[in-house]
Structure formats: structure tokens, C-alpha cells
């Protein structure tokens, strides 16, 4: 069980790590700074749903396996910040967007940072379940 968590979670470190620091960059040096941001609008929801699915799969396996608090309490950590960033940061930020641009980048900082820390929490996940 714990080899199939590893695969889960190692996957969306890849997925994470691929679309945070090679896709979005790339856009926004490709495109308009316009026209990336709206394809990366489109993209986050389903990004961070795949994650809350994930994570929320990780969850009941690392429960039914029994593979200790540490990577239970890792786990969960990671859902509910994924969790706050798909239903309230994302819909705050984009309602934001358009009335108070000022307000809309100081959530997408703190969308970004949460981001950075849902990626690093995946690592640390990886890792413990590399020694178990």
C-alpha cells in the first residue's frame, strides 16, 4: 500500500513541480502577460482538483495501511491547503482580478507561496514514504 501512496504522491510532485516552474513561466514569456494568465486560470482549478483527489485517495490509504501519524498528519496537511487554495484563494483572487488589482496580487503572492508550500509538504511526503 505504501508503494501505491509513493506513486500517488510522487506524481503530483511531478505534475506540480512541471506546470510551477517550467509550464507557467513559459507561458507568460510565450503569450501576452493577458492571454498566459488567462490559460493559467484555466488550468489551476483542474491542477489543484487533481491534487485534492490525490491527496484525499493518499489520505484513506494511509489511514487503512496504517503507516503512522507523521504520514497521516503530512497528508491532510497537504489536502487542506490544497483545499483552501481551490475554493477560497482561487475564487477570491479571481473575483479580485478585475476590481481591485492591488488586493488580486496580494493573493496570487500568497497563491503562489501556498503553492511552493504544497510542493514542498509533496516532497517531504515522498520522502518519509521512501523510508517506511
Do not use: W
Not at 38 to 46: A, C, H, I, N, R
Amino acid at each position: 500500500m505504501s508503494k501505491l501512496l509513493l506513486v500517488l504522491i510522487s506524481f503530483y510532485l511531478g505534475l506540480g513541480s512541471f506546470f510551477s516552474f517550467f509550464v507557467a513561466p513559459v507561458l507568460f514569456r510565450v503569450l501576452e502577460k493577458e492571454q498566459a494568465g488567462k490559460v493559467v486560470e484555466q488550468v489551476f482549478p483542474v491542477y489543484f482538483g487533481i491534487g485534492i483527489l490525490v491527496f484525499l485517495i493518499s489520505l484513506v490509504l494511509s489511514y487503512i495501511s496504517g503507516l503512522g501519524k507523521l504520514t497521516y498528519g503530512l497528508i491532510l496537511l497537504t489536502l487542506i491547503l490544497l483545499l483552501i487554495l481551490e475554493f477560497y484563494i482561487l475564487p477570491l483572487s479571481h473575483s479580485l482580478k478585475a476590481t481591485n488589482y492591488q488586493a488580486f496580487l496580494k493573493y496570487h503572492g500568497i497563491s503562489m507561496a501556498m503553492n511552493v508550500g504544497v510542493l514542498l509538504l509533496t516532497l517531504i511526503n515522498v520522502i518519509n514514504l521512501l523510508r517506511k
